[in-house]
């Protein structure tokens, strides 16, 4: 707490030199996993002590409330497959005190927390209290639907920040199953059980989703329009093997905010690494060859390795990249294979580590994807990869990150762990952003008091933070500040 500020204040428990430095309000990080965790760790490790003060959980529509006992440990090795997540780490850590939603919120409360906390209610985890095991292989019915209204509702009434929901095709449980939400999805449920979950959402508060190919811009911008809600989506990032396709869906956002629609972009500040092994290659994990296929097979570690093998699935993988090198915007494709290192390998291979897999497939006269998984499977899927995938190139990067209606977020702090941690997305931008790269000047963050206005308020008895309907992030600058 800031007791005073000058020369000439009198005594104080602290005094802290500020000479030459900045004093900035805490970071807001829109876009956190921290559901389960923050069970056990009240703290939010890391992000505490990484500038941030305040968190929002339950993006994607990946939540740990309602959760009917039977379904705790679906939902725990659900998250272990779309969200990175230890299983060990989760079926020991999750205090499971509570069933609903105002269950959750009052244990949070309850138990403490160091950071404010905003919970978004998960679609996903809606569809899995009313459908149980159907929730990711099949269309809900009308009754079906007004069952999840009712814990929409619910949920709205106990202070959730809104509503979230995935149709990410790389957004998979356990064995490559779908998340629940994306049964849910235009392609999957033409009756629109989406469209009509998101107009119970209360007026103040938001619809956050994690866009797929059949949810573009266009319609996110026609179902704010429709329901006259705030919608923020992820995540969009810059793609060098497609470097018009993340401008072309900012100019479909200035065309909905010239049509009076609030619709909001959310965009990282750091360029999308991972680290995977062929034990659990989320890089992968967004094809169709690897969903059908591979992830059902994953825990059964002989037959998943025997097909990895195969030369008929590995022609399909090909394929596959090669049609996704020719116009789909997915994490993964056919130009990607010098973006991939080497970054772990036994001993007697030091030398190779930190070579591209496109430099050593060629060294060892093979196509990258097979070199990757023969070396792999040689060595029982031990060898550990670096991808960079996206934001690459920083100078598209940086006017993704500027436009007025991205919010920068997608630290995806809590989860991923095993592949990435960018929970440092506040630093990212006061560091390399604004002081390295002067993509803003200093005083322009001062959206964060003027455009950001968060108010701490009790609501149904529960601490939750509320987001102003007109910006959403925790960082929001224009490039010409």
């Known amino acids: 707490r800031i007791a005073a500020i000058g020369t000439n204040v009198g005594a104080a428990k602290t005094t802290v030199d500020g000479t030459g430095q900045v004093l900035a309000p805490g970071i807001i990080d829109s876009h956190t996993h921290y559901d389960a965790q923050i069970t056990w760790d009240p703290t939010c490790s890391p992000s505490t002590e990484l500038g941030v003060t305040s968190v929002i959980m339950g993006n994607c529509g990946f939540c740990v409330a309602p959760c009917r006992p039977s379904d705790r440990d679906l939902t725990l090795r659900n998250l272990t497959q779309v969200e990175g997540m230890s299983l060990e780490a989760l079926r020991t850590g999750v205090r499971w005190d509570f069933e609903t939603f105002g269950e959750y919120m009052d244990s949070?409360?309850?138990?403490?927390?160091?950071?404010?906390?905003?919970?978004?209610?998960?679609?996903?985890?809606?569809?899995?209290?009313?459908?149980?095991?159907?929730?990711?292989?099949?269309?809900?019915?009308?009754?079906?639907?007004?069952?999840?209204?009712?814990?929409?509702?619910?949920?709205?009434?106990?202070?959730?920040l809104g509503l979230s929901s995935t149709t990410n095709p790389q957004h998979n449980g356990e064995r490559g199953i779908p998340m629940p939400s994306r049964m849910a999805g235009p392609e999957f449920t033409p009756s629109g059980e989406t469209d009509e979950i998101v107009r119970l959402v209360s007026a103040s508060r938001m619809f956050m989703l994690t866009k797929g190919p059949a949810t573009p811009i266009p319609y996110l911008a026609d179902l704010a329009e429709k329901t006259d809600k705030v919608i923020t989506t992820a995540c969009m990032f810059h793609s060098a093997s497609h470097p018009n396709s993340t401008f072309d869906e900012l100019a479909q956002i200035d065309e909905a905010k010239a049509r009076g629609v609030s619709l909001w972009g959310q965009v990282s500040p750091a360029p999308l690494n991972m680290e995977f092994s062929l034990a659990s290659p989320y890089p992968f994990e967004g094809l169709k060859a690897w969903q059908a296929q591979a992830m059902p097979l994953v825990l059964d570690r002989l037959a998943y390795s025997r097909l990895l093998a195969d030369a008929g699935w590995r022609a399909a993988v090909k394929a596959e990249l090669q049609l996704r090198q020719n116009g789909l915007t997915d994490l993964l494709t056919d130009e990607n294979w010098s973006n991939i290192l080497l970054a772990e390998a036994p001993a007697a291979d030091s030398r190779l580590v930190g070579q591209s897999v496109a430099a050593l497939a060629t060294q060892a006269g093979k196509h990258p994807l097979d070199f990757m998984l023969d070396y792999s499977l040689e060595h029982d899927l031990t060898p550990v990869f670096f991808i960079q995938l996206l934001n690459s190139d920083l100078a598209s990067a940086g006017r993704v990150i500027s436009h007025p209606r991205m919010t920068i977020a997608c630290s995806d702090a809590g989860a991923h762990l095993t592949f990435l941690c960018d929970a440092d997305f506040g630093l990212q931008v006061l560091g390399p952003w604004v002081r390295d790269r002067s993509l803003c000047a200093l005083n322009a963050l001062q959206h964060l008091s003027l455009q950001l206005l968060h108010v701490i308020r009790s609501h149904s008895n529960h601490l939750s933070l509320y987001i102003h309907s007109l910006v959403y992030s925790s960082l929001v600058f224009h490039a010409s500040g």
């Not at 209290?129 to 209204?149: N, P, Y």
Request: charged share 20%.
């Open 108 to 160: 949070v409360e309850r138990h403490g927390v160091v950071p404010n906390c905003a919970v978004y209610c998960g679609h996903s985890t809606v569809r899995t209290w009313v459908l149980g095991q159907d929730a990711a292989s099949r269309a809900a019915t009308a009754e079906e639907v007004s069952a999840m209204e009712e814990l929409v509702r619910d949920a709205m009434a106990h202070g959730a």
